[in-house]
């Protein structure tokens, strides 16, 4: 191992990946006393108490239209963490809270995200805080992408933590202790849902990850968990604030159980303040015609939360920033490119704050300003009309492709989709043209990923663009908004590998389509190599333009099937080992019969076993194992169509021939609704096929699903015959559920937010 010199030492340091560097937009490090905006130079010291002794407090602020959001309220909660950590800031609040506004207008942009870390400093590797003369501040802008209005429409998944919440004494610091955090954020990541929350030991609603949550219960209040083991976010404690204009606002304990029969549940966060929760374990949220999608209290939250954080927001500084620069002078590396000049609008209309701190000059480092540019105010209604910053299509980098082809397990049922992602990876291969169909969770961002990475690593100069059809939409929407869709086409066009995943979004959206096949046409002409995938087969596409449908089958057309119990042994075997663990085989049949057919529900069950292992220092076995699968919606090999009526039938005292009729009596209406539940549940058939079987329409099976899974929520008298005809019915074909239906997690074939997902 050499030993290098200072100077080698910068130059190397200078010289290695960095991870992120595109979304760090300026930061200020208090022992410089300087903004920056080279992302080499974001270091934090080994020996801070930050570092390697989670001893600091830190604060996530958005920025929007050139104001900051609650930066008051913000500055309000560290300084609690601070008289709780004894942790002060190596400079005053006031000077703090200026160095906030120096970054973010130094940023070159009027929107993203602000991170503040107060640390205890640099010092030694013990656990004394006597080690650390003086505590270190780091405050950092980050490129943050806005919320779309289509993720606001769709809702968020949410599902009950196996990671218990925070001690109290702990809660409610937000301290940079976070590992349950993470594990929460990796639990749901594995699980295909957006959001893990957290119950007490008394099944009361906690927090989520990086969010706080609501509801709003049966009596039509918004109802927030008690403050003793949360911690309360700015932007929950804003909108108790604005809810008594519409509904009554209490502070209470949320029992796990009311979550099903609330009309809402909401999600408060600074980047999108607030956001209906659609489902919350697998099972819709609300009633009526606002089931599984988010209801009118949180739509009508955000705007008001909205429009009442911007006008009492902090503007940015009126005075443009100086262009600071710190430059390292080391022999071998090339000095960084200059920051990109900021967009027209928010070259004219910088940031503002009451009064202007200057950024001090380190004696020891040189710094280059800039001229100061004359300003106005940023956020008018009048500049709604400018141009906008083009929308950019950036080549994922080697470091955030999250999959390869080394940790794909091929089978029977993906063997075909493997081998045509592989030889498109070549440039000269005999597949030019990939379309991947399955059903969520079965590998196709996977193999999508790991097409990305391999092209990368042959270390050649092929322009690869890696996006989802719904980005693509809101980049194309941006263009069109800032008059420059040519330029954005052309982009396209000259691209060698456009890897596009979810074309139905596609569905009905006519200009988004004639682009698309633009750039196909054009990308096939030269030779180019595409890859698409879907939820859907290109035949299920009904709504989109038969040409484009043609060339998405121009090459090959592979789904990718459910994998057989054989293969899922081989996938928790594969994952174990890089889990570092030993899976005994009885643990291994267990997960891989009761998982069988979702890939990622496989492997986040066995992430959540191996936490949980750890956590409680045991080793893995089928005891914890069962217990780590009541989180889950198990999967059994269920009975086909016929048996299942044949045993509705038996269990409701009916025959076919009364269960085809056109009566509508509760007991013929409720055994139908009964057969389409568990038509849906246990097998493949779409609800177009089920409804065939009784000459119904496919709305007909929707409205008997819908209301059964109603019924059984509700917990009524009719929900309770039903929870327990389906559970004598299941157990008559053979299927052990791990839990009744009532209040629980239904078993579901498809790991889909809902029984109704289409």
Known sequence: MKILDADAWMAALMAAPRPGADKILAFYDARVDAVCRDA?????????????????????????????????????????????????????????????????????????????????????????????????????????????????????????????????????????????????????????????????????????????????????????????????GTSMLAARKIAPQRLPVVERPIRREEIFTAREMLLFTSASLCVGISHFEGRPIGQGPDAGRPGPVARWLRDRMQDTLRSAAAPVLQVAPENIDIRISCQGVAPAPAAPAAPAAVAAAPL???????????????????????????????????????????????????????????????????????????????????????????????????????VQEQGGQARLAYLSAEDLASR?????????????????????????????????????????????????????????????????????DSQLVSHFCSGIVSPLERPDTEMCRHILERKAKSFQVLLPDEVCDLLAGRLQGDVRQLESCLKSLVFKARMLNCGLNPELALEVLQQYATVDCGPDFASIVRLVCESYGLNERQLASRSHKQQYVLARNTIYYLARKHTDMSLKEIGERFNRRHSTVIKGITSLEREIANESRVGRQISRAVELIERNAGIRPEMSLAGKVPAARHAAPSLLSL
């Open 40 to 232: 080499r130079c974001l270091l934090l010291p080994l020996d801070d108490h930050m570092c390697h002794r989670g001893d600091a407090l830190f604060e996530s602020l958005c920025y929007r239209e050139g104001r900051i959001f609650a930066l008051e309220e913000h500055l309000a909660r560290l300084r609690d963490g601070s008289r709780a950590l004894s942790l002060l800031p190596p400079c005053s609040w006031d000077e703090l809270r200026a160095r906030i506004l120096d970054v973010a207008r130094a940023s070159g942009t009027d929107h993203g995200d602000i991170r503040v870390l107060v640390g205890r400093g640099p010092g030694g590797f013990g656990v004394s805080p006597e080690e650390c003369p003086q505590s270190s501040l780091y405050i950092v802008a980050l490129l943050k992408a806005l919320p779309t209005e289509a993720f606001y429409e769709k809702g968020l998944t949410a599902f009950a933590s196996a990671i218990p919440p925070k001690q109290e004494y702990l809660a409610r610091i937000k301290s940079t202790n976070y590992l349950p955090n993470v594990f929460m954020a990796a639990e749901a990541r594995q699980r295909g849902m957006d959001v893990a929350v957290t119950f007490d030991e008394d099944g009361h609603l906690g927090e989520a990850a990086i969010a706080n949550v609501g509801i709003v219960d049966a009596e039509g209040r918004l109802c927030c968990p008690e403050g003793r083991r949360i911690l309360p």
């Open 476 to 544: 194309y929407v941006a263009a069109l908004r800032s008059n420059d869709v040519e330029s954005f086409r052309a982009r396209l066009r000259d691209l060698d590998v456009l890897l596009l995943e979810d074309v139905h979004f596609l569905q009905g959206k006519e200009k988004m389509q004639d682009m698309v096949l633009t750039v196909i046409k054009s990308l096939q002409d030269r030779g180019g190599r595409a890859i698409f995938t879907s939820s859907f087969s290109p035949r299920e596409l009904e709504k989109l």
């Open 352 to 454: 503002a704050a009451p009064v202007a701190q200057p950024v001090h000059e380190a004696p020891a480092t040189p710094l280059h300003t800039a001229p100061s540019r004359p300003s106005q105010p940023l956020w008018q209604p009048s500049q709604c009309s400018l141009p906008l910053p083009a929308p950019t299509l950036r080549p994922r980098t080697r470091q955030r492709w999250r999959f390869s082809f080394d940790d794909f397990v091929v089978g029977p049922c993906n063997a075909m989709a493997v081998a045509a992602a592989k030889d498109i990876c070549h440039d000269g291969g005999c597949v030019e043209t990939l379309f991947v169909s399955s059903a969520s969770g079965l590998g196709k961002t996977h193999i999508m990923q790991s097409v990305g990475r391999a």
